[in-house]
């Protein structure tokens, strides 16, 4: 179990007798590449009998920078933490990513954040990192910098998946193009989403098919509009169930506001104001417009059995 501390509540010192190895990085989604240099830093952190810290940012700075949400999220800030904890790094150093912080220079975000903070002895970045304020800083800089002070600095190459880039960007085109295979290759794991249920207009409930409906948070990417194969984990629960899943915006009512709704294969609780995670597993089709109302209906019922079919095909495999 990692020490999360923000950085803002360390002290000087507080690293001063520890041989410290440190990676610094965004990190969101904990994708392939992100994890790659993580366990880099673990490694060598045990190699040397020293302490494996990951410094990490609350918010992408170029949203900071923007003034707005340029960036979306592939996970919340929370989510990430608990990733990295769960990698067996023994500190995470949270960054409240503000102006102060952004304005530091390349020279003072070594000297202020690397050694008198953390005293790191040696540092691993991505190979393309920047810092500093403008992003004027760069590995050469780092590495000369360290170097003129006794210590090592790492650039780790970025990690490719048939001759492509593992990146975060990357990955949400991928999000945006809905394609869950190339999302699970990239990251590691099938997307997901976290919310809780809400009382929707229950149009799904009128139809025979009730919905466990999450509001959508603008400031993290979702899967395009469709509906997906998936499964749900609700709250105090170690049980995945099977479900579908639409994203978009309902566009036989005439809906406008994009929702997320979950029909759960043969589930009937209330699950209203409960947690739930929401993960993707295969895109189904488009979100269509439907005339008539039976037409609906049919689809839906097609819907479930192309589900129905997935899942025992999963379980043969």
Do not use: W
Request: charged letters at 25%; glycine letters at 6%.
């Amino acid at each position: 179990m990692a020490q999360i501390i923000n950085l803002a509540d360390l002290k000087d010192n507080y690293f001063e007798k520890s041989k410290n190895i440190l990676v610094i990085g965004f990190f969101d989604g904990i994708h392939k590449g992100h994890q790659s240099i993580i366990k880099k830093c673990i490694r060598r952190a045990k190699i040397v009998n020293g302490l494996s810290i990951v410094l990490t940012f609350d918010i992408p700075p170029v949203n900071l920078i923007s003034g707005q949400k340029t960036k979306k999220l592939i996970m919340p800030f929370e989510e990430k933490i608990r990733m990295i904890n769960n990698m067996g790094v023994d500190y995470i150093i949270s960054v409240n990513f503000n102006r102060e912080f952004a304005n530091l220079s390349k020279i003072d975000f070594c000297r202020k954040i690397i050694l008198e903070k953390i005293n790191a002895g040696e540092v691993f970045i991505g190979e393309n990192f920047r810092f500093g304020k403008s992003a004027e800083g760069d590995f050469l800089f780092l590495k000369n910098f360290l170097k003129e002070n006794g210590r090592i600095a790492h650039a780790v190459k970025l990690l490719k998946i048939n001759n492509i880039v593992i990146s975060s960007t990357i990955i949400r085109d991928f999000y945006d193009s809905g394609n869950i295979d190339k999302i699970r290759l990239f990251l590691g794991r099938y997307p997901s989403i976290e919310g809780t249920v809400q009382k929707g207009l229950l149009r799904g409930a009128e139809l025979g098919f009730p919905t466990a409906n999450i509001e959508v948070d603008d400031s993290y990417i979702i899967p395009k509009n469709g509906v997906y194969i998936g499964k749900i984990k609700i709250q105090n629960s170690n049980k995945f169930l099977p479900s579908i899943i639409n994203i978009g915006n309902n566009p036989t009512f005439g809906y406008r506001k994009t929702l997320v709704e979950a029909h759960i294969l043969n589930f009937k609780n209330n699950i209203y104001s409960k947690k739930i995670t929401i993960i993707f597993l295969k895109y189904l089709r488009d979100e269509r417009r439907f005339n008539l109302i039976h037409d609906l209906v049919n689809q839906i019922n097609e819907d479930i059995k192309s589900s129905v079919n997935f899942f025992k095909s999963q379980k043969k495999s």
